[in-house]
């Protein structure tokens, strides 16, 4: 077992003759058996950021090391690492079992029967005991999947490295595989790296999520902190589904003001204070609607989801979501007045997107500082 930390990570590749940063100033410290989610949008950096601590990457600046040791300069061999991949790239021509023993095999000088009791164990822990003899085309999505984690489980690593691992499966087994991975994870007690672009995933999974945006570690917090108190605009909008509602106002004393008329309130106008323009911030299960006061808005389409519902709302151009009970059903074309909460309000710096003012409890403190 082992506490990764990566040290100022920087990894450059030249494409065509010109240097293509792919991550850098990456910091992190994985602590020992956790479960850490490394998630952002496609292409900021996270597989290589995984690379290069399994090792299968060269870094161009920084440190990796595990617990103690530091094995930057190690090859991916020596590191103690297993990665599970996307497209789980098993051994056509091996069936379950020697697949599962095979990086043993070649790694360790573990006596056959050893490695065979091991895979079987495994297996067994897997709920894959009955396919040892099968070869992979024979096997459904899911249940290579599970012979590809399976494969990873039986080398007792340091340290999990997983790359988008339950993406190629439909929903439902992968909501189940999910279940099932966190369940293995927590009773292996393994420190895993799962990265996913899927911040619903990573949301549902990780002991904490490390969010990422164009080659740099935007935050990282439990799912609570970065749901609750997003470090900045990129954050708050891409965690949270539906996502949040956002809008520039203008800062007019202690009132904020939109497009399509809007006007707020602030419980506290000193949040505001240095703006004359603010990115405001709110999320669909924050909006109410309500007979007076607050601001007018237009219905555009009502979705029914059964245990509640999906307004679709205009104001001045900008579209709002908001989740409200089921049993309220506004109709197309309708006006309607919805508020909010001061306590759910966010604020964002336009210019640095660096938030001002995040969600805050019943006592106006914001949840990082209860920590
Ligand atoms: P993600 O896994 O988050 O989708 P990647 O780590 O794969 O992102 O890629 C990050 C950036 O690095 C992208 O701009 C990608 O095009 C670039 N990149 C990744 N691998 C290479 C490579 N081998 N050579 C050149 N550029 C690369
Ligand atoms: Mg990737």
């Known amino acids: 077992m082992a506490r990764i930390h990566v040290d100022d990570l920087r990894k450059e590749y030249s494409s065509g003759g010109e240097a293509v940063v792919a991550v850098e100033a990456f910091d ?3 602590d020992d058996g956790e479960f850490l989610v490394l998630v952002g949008p496609s292409g900021c950096g996270k597989t290589t950021t995984l690379r290069c601590v399994a090792g299968l990457e060269d870094v161009t600046d920084g440190r990796i090391r595990f617990g103690d040791r530091d094995v930057t300069d190690r090859r991916a061999r020596n590191r103690d690492v297993a990665m599970v991949f996307q497209n789980y790239a098993l051994y056509p021509h091996m069936n379950v079992r020697e697949n599962m023993g ?3 095999k070649l790694s360790t000088d573990m006596p056959a029967a050893e490695i065979d009791d091991r895979v079987r164990a495994t297996a067994e822990m897997m709920g894959i005991e009955d396919l040892l003899d099968d070869k992979p085309k024979e096997l459904s999505g899911g249940q290579q999947q599970r012979v590809a984690l399976g494969r990873a489980i039986v080398r007792e690593p340091a340290v999990f490295l997983m790359d988008e691992p339950l993406s190629n499966l439909d929903a439902k087994l992968r909501s189940e595989m999910r ?3 966190q369940e293995l994870q927590h009773d292996l007690g393994v420190t895993t790296v799962y990265v996913t672009h899927d911040q619903t995933e990573a949301m549902a999974m990780g ?11 935007q935050q990282v917090g439990d799912p609570e902190e970065v749901y609750r108190s ?4 990129f954050v708050a909008d891409f965690i949270g589904s539906p996502s949040i509602n956002l809008f520039t106002a203008e800062a007019e004393g202690s009132t904020l003001r939109g497009p399509g008329g ?5 419980d ?3 949040v505001a204070a240095g703006y004359d323009r603010l990115r405001v911030g709110v999320r ?3 909006v109410e609607l309500v007979e007076v006061g607050g601001n007018e808005a237009t219905v555009t389409v009502t979705e029914h989801m059964g245990n509640e519902n999906v307004l679709y709302l205009e104001m001045g151009g900008e579209e709002l979501t908001a989740r409200i009970d089921s049993a309220v059903r506004p109709s197309p074309d309708e006006t309607v007045r919805f508020d909010f909460d001061g306590s759910a309000l966010y604020l964002f710096d336009p210019s640095t997107g660096e938030a001002v003012k995040t969600k805050t409890d019943e006592l106006g403190v914001s949840v990082t500082e209860t920590r």
């Open 268 to 270: 506290d106008p000193a």
């Open 207 to 217: 002991d904490r999520i490390a969010v990422m945006n164009d080659g740099t570690l």
């Open 284 to 286: 669909p299960e924050d």
């Open 179 to 181: 279940t099932e991975l």
């Open 28 to 30: 992190v410290t994985v």
């Open 230 to 233: 997003p470090a900045n605009e």
């Open 262 to 266: 809007f006007a707020y309130e602030l």
């Open 102 to 104: 095979f990086g043993l």
